[in-house]
């Protein structure tokens, strides 16, 4: 399966070399080495990029899954260059080829000592499980890199953008700064609905993932949420959140009713 979708990247990009990094339902990603057009690229990472690639589904009519291709990469890149012009950190995308569903985008992210990606997953885990000491885990870089998240978060919300797919491994780590990726399900909503919605999934990823100390984990998130919206920077940001915290009280509720009935 993998092999027939790398043989369709490979007639869009000749001689490129591409090392497979996950496969998602949606898309393929590659690191590569190679950089489309620049020797020398003036970003942190010279050596290392990620290329998304949405390979055709032959279940679906070719019209359509041209369409569908193409609408949700342009959707895709127009929403991380919002970003990049909104100073929300996220990969830069360096090329985008619409039709062929393909996006050259920044590589973002460390190596934790143990090899893993620094998603703020791998890296959470690594605390709970390789370094398992309850002093670090609750400890303050572990809070801080969690209020940096709420920030993040809250400032993305605080300009209408909704992320979609909020999980710990969409959110990578550089040093303690993290950074969003993968906005597939991503879209654009003033409605705190919406808002409590992409921060419910977050708690319930946290919740999942994290279970011995979410709940730490997801108290340090919504008070760095808390803290951008009470920044200068975005007025009336103190009434957009009480309104997100309600309507987040009635998602939760909701979901609650929903897991009791199964
Ligand atoms: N810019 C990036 N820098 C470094 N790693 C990245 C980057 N973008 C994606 N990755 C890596 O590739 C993985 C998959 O990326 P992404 O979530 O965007 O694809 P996806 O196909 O939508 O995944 P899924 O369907 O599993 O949600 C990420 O978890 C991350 O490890």
Same mark, same amino acid.
């Given at each position: ?21 996950? +496969?998602? #339902?949606? #898309? ?37 899954? %041209? %369409? ?21 950190? %996220? ?40 370094? #398992?000491? *309850? ?7 572990? +809070? ?32 303690? *700064? ?64 009480? *309104? ?19």
């Amino acid at each position: 399966m993998t092999d027939h979708i790398i043989q369709q990247v490979q007639v869009h990009l000749p001689n490129i070399p591409l090392e497979v990094v996950s +496969q998602g #339902a949606e #898309a393929l990603v590659f690191q590569t080495s190679v950089h489309p057009y620049y020797s020398k690229p003036c970003l942190p990472h010279q050596d290392k990029f990620i290329i998304k690639f949405r390979p055709r589904k032959p279940y679906r009519h070719p019209k359509i899954d %041209a %369409a569908i291709t193409k609408n949700r990469t342009i959707g895709e890149v127009k929403f991380m260059a919002k970003l990049t012009k909104l100073g929300i950190k %996220a990969p830069s995308v360096i090329l985008a080829d619409f039709p062929n569903g393909i996006i050259w985008m920044e590589y973002l992210g460390k190596k934790l000592p143990n090899g893993d990606v620094s998603s703020l997953k791998n890296w959470l885990w690594y605390y709970e499980k390789v370094l #398992a000491d *309850e002093s670090l885990c609750l400890g303050s870089e572990v +809070q801080q890199a969690c209020i940096n998240v709420g920030l993040l978060i809250g400032k993305l919300h605080l300009n209408d953008m909704i992320h979609g797919d909020l999980t710990s491994s969409n959110i990578l780590l550089e040093d303690s *700064e993290p950074v969003l990726i993968d906005f597939g399900l991503s879209s654009y909503s003033g409605m705190a609905e919406d808002k409590a919605v992409d921060l419910y999934v977050l708690e319930r990823a946290m919740l999942s993932t994290h279970s011995k100390y979410s709940d730490h984990y997801v108290k340090w998130l919504l008070q760095g949420y808390e803290q951008i919206h009470g920044s200068k920077e975005f007025r009336s940001g103190g009434k957009k959140l009480v *309104e997100t915290l309600r309507k987040l009280d009635e998602v939760r509720l909701r979901g609650r009713k929903r897991s009791m009935l199964g």
